[in-house]
């Protein structure tokens, strides 16, 4: 069975920083990646995804991550948060093929001071 | 288009008691999926449906049952319910349930066992 670890509970940082949050998953085989964020009062959304190709993806709000096969890591990058960034982060697997069994991180919460 | 709608969004139980949970998918997805969502564990993966058909479970006890219908809608229900189920319950949709495509989720159902 998948796991993911996201080793990050809280980061508070002022606007302008540049952000970094680790994710790193446990799977044998081939995975599809993802970064949901849920803004506060709102419902989950897709950040960015990989599943093939280039191992650095762009998403949403200039959001990048980098897949890291050999370090099974799939960290999320921002250059510079904005205090709109404040939300939880989370990091998700789902092994190739077959159908959806999604296994989420635990979340990082993100607090960006003006 | 509309969301993926879920009633309702809240709901006070008792121990013993049995509820259930309903999701509306969005407009030609087919495949549901559910979520229990509580603070330092994140999302865990509860079951997945497509065509009518149970596809995929995750590691819950049988209490924990779902079903979908003929149109896609999909509703969970929660036997004998505990203290530890209080939680907040998450519905998502995706067009076939593939493991690339991403989740739409609603806003879900926080269900609070007194």
């Known amino acids: 069975a998948q796991s993911v670890s996201q080793h990050n509970h809280h980061v508070i940082l002022s606007e302008a920083a540049s952000l970094e949050l680790g994710c790193n998953y446990s799977?044998?085989?081939?995975?599809?990646l993802f970064w949901y964020v849920q803004y506060p009062g709102q419902h989950l959304q897709l950040l960015l995804k990989?599943?093939?190709?280039?191992?650095l993806v762009k998403g949403i709000k200039g959001f990048e991550a980098e897949f890291i096969k050999s370090k099974f890591s799939f960290n999320l990058r921002k250059p510079s948060v904005q205090w709109s960034d404040t939300a939880e982060y989370f990091c998700a697997v789902n092994p190739s093929g077959g159908y959806q069994k999604v296994t989420f991180g635990t979340g990082t919460k993100l607090q960006v001071i003006p | 288009k509309a969301g993926v709608t879920q009633t309702p969004r809240y709901l006070i139980k008792t121990r013993g008691q049995q509820v259930t949970l309903s999701c509306s998918p969005i407009?030609?997805?087919?495949?549901v999926s559910w979520y229990q969502q509580t603070p330092g564990q994140g999302l865990q993966f509860l079951f997945e449906?497509?065509?009518?058909?149970?596809?995929n479970k995750g590691n819950f006890p049988g209490r924990f049952s779902g079903r979908q219908f003929s149109n896609s809608r999909s509703e969970m229900n929660v036997s004998t319910l505990e203290l530890g189920d209080s939680a907040l319950y998450l519905c998502a949709s995706s067009l076939e349930g593939r493991t690339e495509e991403k989740l739409f989720f609603g806003s879900g159902t926080q269900l609070s066992v007194l």
């Open positions: 799977y044998g085989g081939t995975v599809n």
């Open positions: 449906y497509f065509s009518e058909t149970q596809r």
């Open positions: 407009s030609g997805h087919r495949s």
């Open positions: 990989y599943f093939s190709g280039d191992p």
